[in-house]
């Protein structure tokens, strides 16, 4: 298998970089960095430190026997992504951007954020970093995700509402990059996903890569073998590029991308852009898009906002035409249900982003053989989430 993405950034017909002239130079001088910082020693040995004593990395792989023995099949086990600090994988990449970004010498790093969890994990690496953080957010999530507004300010970033489009995450996203045009020489752009232009989907996939690189050791020393499958939500793609990119290369080790099934792929409330979408550009990117017949990126829809997003992260694209990677989409109530499921049997509450993953469990088990290994990459914990599940679980 040949090395991707190329050095323009491009995985087969996607990703790339389409964006204005004023940010070539910014980009260039990014990968550049991001070249030099993958093999520098002391980058790394310091990286490494913020994500142990800070982050809690290693992440345990915990053999869930309960949930197992539920379906009588494969053994299931996940990663643990949820214990680190700020509940979610999203820290790996914003500690390592942070420390990018003063190495660069920058002094203030730009953030766009849907839900608000990449505003809050930015927030956090730009305290420990000392840098000022502005957060761009759509007026409408500002408005559903008070709590994590309350947070970013109260880690000193500045929240800016935006009021353009759908006031959403794909114009929040629009004004981060915009502010970024402005403000190249003394700003980094935080991005939060393997997604927009190069090199942000290979740095981001790096970045997170630490989760697979983990599963790797942990699943031999525990097992001696290789899993038979690796399963991951997709939003950006960021959690499932982190586990799937060290096992590309285990042509045995089977791996499933979930998308956001929302209220159906065939209503127009889901967030199935692999499923669903067409080949397009949006954010500095091609790659699969949720668009209309005239080329309008269409709203995405998901009870999870993490999954909300219209497009995915160029490789997944890449990943799904040449058939290495399955993707599958998994409903709101699905997702509910697989919440409800590993509360019950093993006592974790998930966010509903990987909950999304555990949904998919009834039909990919019966699949499976008694020694087959699953892990599921449990990317994030449940408790942003508790106002949501509320309105649909009763007790
Ligand atoms: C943001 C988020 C996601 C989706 O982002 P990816 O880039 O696809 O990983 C998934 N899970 C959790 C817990 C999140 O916070």
């Not at 379906?71 to 214990?83: A, H, Q, S, T």
């Not at 692999?274 to 500095?284: A, S």
Request: glycine share 10%; net charge positive.
């Amino acid at each position: 298998m040949k090395k991707l993405p190329d050095a323009k950034g491009h995985f087969g017909p996607y990703g790339g970089r389409y964006i204005p002239e004023t940010l070539v130079k910014a980009c260039e001088e990014l990968a550049a960095a991001f070249q030099a910082v993958k093999k520098d020693k002391k980058f790394n040995e310091e990286l490494r430190y913020y994500l142990g004593a800070y982050a809690g990395r290693p992440t345990p792989l915990y053999e869930a026997k309960n949930l197992s023995s539920h379906f009588g099949c494969g053994r299931i086990f996940l990663k643990r992504e949820d214990l680190l600090h700020t509940g979610a994988h999203k820290i790996n990449n914003t500690l390592a951007q942070g420390l990018l970004a003063k190495r660069l010498g920058k002094k203030r790093i730009v953030a766009e954020t849907g839900a608000g969890q990449h505003g809050v994990a930015s927030a956090t690496a730009a305290c420990v970093f000392g840098l000022k953080c502005v957060v761009y957010m759509g007026a409408v999530d500002m408005e559903r995700q008070a709590l994590n507004v309350y947070k970013m300010r109260l880690l000193g970033a500045e929240v800016r509402p935006v009021h353009s489009g759908s006031k959403t995450l794909k114009d929040a996203t629009n004004e981060a990059i915009r502010d970024w045009v402005t403000n190249v020489e003394d700003t980094h752009y935080l991005l939060g996903s393997v997604v927009g232009p190069h090199p942000y989907p290979a740095m981001v996939r790096e970045f997170q890569s630490v989760i697979g690189n983990e599963t790797r050791h942990q699943i031999l020393k525990l097992t001696g073998r290789l899993p038979a499958y690796l399963m991951a939500c997709v939003g950006g793609g960021s959690n499932s590029m982190g586990i799937f990119h060290p096992f590309l290369k285990d042509r045995n080790v089977r791996m499933v991308g979930i998308e956001a099934a929302g209220e159906g792929v065939h209503t127009h409330h889901h967030a199935a852009s692999i499923t669903k979408g067409r080949p397009g550009v949006l954010h500095g990117m091609k790659s699969y898009l949720l668009q209309d017949k005239n080329g309008q990126v269409l709203l995405a829809h998901s009870i999870s906002a993490g999954l909300d997003y219209p497009s995915v992260g160029p490789e997944h694209s890449y990943l799904k035409d040449s058939g290495r990677v399955i993707y599958q989409a998994v409903t709101d109530r699905e997702a509910l249900r697989g919440f409800e499921l590993l509360t019950k049997l093993e006592g974790i509450m998930p966010a509903l982003e990987p909950a999304h993953a555990v949904g998919y469990l009834p039909k990919l088990m019966p699949k499976t053989k008694r020694n087959d290994i699953v892990i599921i990459c449990l990317s994030g914990r449940g408790d942003k989430d508790m106002g949501t599940v509320q309105e649909h679980l009763k007790v």
